[in-house]
């Protein structure tokens, strides 16, 4: 075995910062979840149950087998959303989840927030949820009870809301099993949740699945309908046949959705590895690795011996390339390769040993993890002359033409094109989570700030104009602070660029549910198929 041993002094000063610093950062990020949570507010969340129904979190729970994990993604949708200010979570619940033994992607429209509508981004996150089902081959199930598209933000989900309608039937195509559990409203766009679905689960006196409900009908045609004769669960059970099952409440309803996957044989393509033993280490000691200020180093060993099985990591190039860190291990059982950046900057050296080590993942079918804390390529008259281009070009080569699954954990930094060779958002990891302690840009604020005062003063200067230094002072504070907060994991996480930011002593666990749902799909690494590598 080949143990990695530990230099972390849990009873240092730095050691106590860096925790304290990530414990204050946890509490924010506990805030936002809540506001998550919390839905459309007690309000509608009191009417709601005075309805006699469920929240949405409640029927997942429901679905789910007893005491299993939800691996809740996307929780932060819509965080940083301004004028309209959406709520946070995007009115939808998605996640992957055990139902009788079997890993699915749920999704469950949360009908506090809005009548349960679809805004941007509700949309943003319903399609990741479909990626996810497809590239893992995860069988679909959407508890269902929306108003539909968000009507003032009509002109931003229209269009591409097609998709979600497309992709129920391209799973469906693919093998992958979809159902839909209607709870409430599923009308007129929503109507073909349910209509494209493999299966339908309807509730009593709930559902509502219509292209038209009655106004719009009058309107159109001059007749007089109700509600349950155009689309409630009865109807559609016994005349219309779009409810394969009718239930007489929620519960029924769910209890029948987990009869449905019961039956799928819906198999794994791989068996699952069984126990292993835990890291060597404490994981809880991951809250005081990442110092609060990035600026500072630190080993990414002492993260990996604290996820990875038995803290048993064989090293790769050790001694060449030290700033990328690349070797084997296990998570959970499953083989995995890891690159993680060790002192920020990627060399030459660096890429090379990169793109060679992705190869051998891929000649293995080994998946692979991206531990980030980089601030990029190294730059300067030195490095361009020794080809840092090329060599990171290749890095970024091997990343996007790789075949075997990809994961992305944002540690520290993750700036520049660092963020792409290290399989950034852009470059389909199979799933990329933050840690609270993450940035991520294009450059560091300063640096941006820096950068945009030469540019103006060399224009000012082309223009034989004098230079105005208080301005320049001004803008730089304000295009730092824009940059800073633009870099955050909380903004990041809201537009969708991660799959959640998570607590650091969840890694491992999250990493472990990932691999399982990863090897639900068969895959292989590519043997060939890279672009031209530039030498
Ligand atoms: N777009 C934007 N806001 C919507 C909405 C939509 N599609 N559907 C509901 N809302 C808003 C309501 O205006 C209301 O806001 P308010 O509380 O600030 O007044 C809030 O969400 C709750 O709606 P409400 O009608 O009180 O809830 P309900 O549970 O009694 O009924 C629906 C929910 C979805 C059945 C009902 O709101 C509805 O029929 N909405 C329109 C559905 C539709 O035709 N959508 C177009 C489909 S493409």
Redo the contacts with the bound molecule.
């Keep these: 075995m080949t143990v990695l041993s530990s230099a972390l002094d849990v009873g240092s000063p730095d050691y106590r910062a860096n925790r304290e610093a990530m414990l204050a950062r946890l509490a924010e990020l506990e805030a936002e979840h809540a506001k998550a949570l919390a839905g459309g507010g007690q309000k509608?969340v009191e009417?709601?149950r005075g309805r006699g129904k469920l929240l949405a979190r409640e029927r997942i729970e429901l679905l789910l087998d007893p005491d299993t994990p939800f691996l809740e993604l996307s929780p932060l949708a819509a965080w940083g959303s301004a004028s309209p200010e959406y709520t946070v979570g995007a009115s939808l619940v998605t996640g992957i989840g055990v139902v009788e033994g079997v890993e699915c992607l749920i999704t469950a429209n949360d009908?506090t927030v809005?009548?349960?509508?679809s805004n941007p981004w509700s949309l943003k996150k319903a399609l990741r949820a479909n990626d996810i089902a497809l590239a893992n081959r995860l069988p679909c199930i959407s508890l269902v009870e929306?108003?539909?598209?968000?009507?003032?933000s009509q002109k931003e989900i229209f269009i591409p809301g097609g998709a979600i309608f497309r992709d129920l039937t391209r799973l469906s195509a693919a093998g992958i099993p979809t159902i839909a559990v209607v709870f409430?409203?599923s009308?007129?766009?929503?109507a073909y949740v349910p209509g494209m679905s493999d299966h339908v689960i309807m509730v009593k006196e709930r559902a509502?699945v219509f292209l038209g409900?009655p106004p719009l009908v009058k309107m159109a045609t001059g007749e007089e309908s109700d509600d349950e004769s155009l689309g409630g669960a009865e109807m559609h059970a016994r005349v219309s046949g779009l409810a394969d099952h009718y239930a007489v409440d929620e519960q029924d309803a769910l209890r029948q959705a987990r009869r449905v996957v019961a039956r799928l044989n819906h198999r794994k393509t791989y068996a699952d590895p069984g126990p292993a033993d835990p890291p060597e280490y404490d994981q809880e000691e991951l809250l005081g690795i990442v110092p609060g200020d990035l600026k500072v180093p630190f080993d990414p060993r002492e993260v990996i011996a604290r996820i990875v099985d038995a803290s048993d990591f064989d090293e790769f190039k050790p001694l060449y390339g030290t700033s990328l860190c690349t070797g084997w291990a296990t998570l959970h059982g499953y083989p995995l390769g890891v690159l993680a950046n060790a002192q920020g900057v990627l060399f030459s050296e660096e890429s090379q040993k990169a793109a060679q080590f992705i190869q051998l993942a891929n000649q293995r079918d080994i998946p692979l993890l991206f531990l980030h804390n980089t601030t990029g390529y190294m730059v300067g008259r030195e490095y361009e002359q020794g080809g840092i281009v090329k060599h990171g070009a290749m890095m970024i080569n091997a990343v996007s033409n790789s075949r075997v699954p990809h994961l992305s954990v944002l540690m520290g930094a993750s700036y520049g094109a660092g963020h792409y060779g290290m399989c950034g958002r852009a470059y389909d990891p199979r799933f990329l989570f933050a840690w609270p302690s993450a940035k991520s840009a294009v450059m560091g604020p300063q640096q941006l700030a820096g950068v945009l005062s030469i540019v103006a003063r060399q224009s000012a200067a082309a223009k034989g104009q004098p230079y105005d230094e208080d301005a320049d002072a001004a803008l730089r504070a304000m295009v730092e602070q824009q940059i800073e907060s633009e870099s955050l994991p909380m903004f990041l996480s809201g537009r969708l660029y991660d799959d959640g930011v998570i607590d650091p002593r969840d890694t491992r666990t999250v990493l472990g549910l990932c691999l399982s749902a990863i090897h639900t799909a068969p895959y292989e690494g590519a043997r060939g198929g890279f672009g031209v590598f530039r030498m």
């Design positions: 509608y009417r709601h009908p809005r009548g349960g509508a929306s108003g539909g598209a968000d009507l003032p409430g409203n009308t007129a766009g929503g509502k409900g």
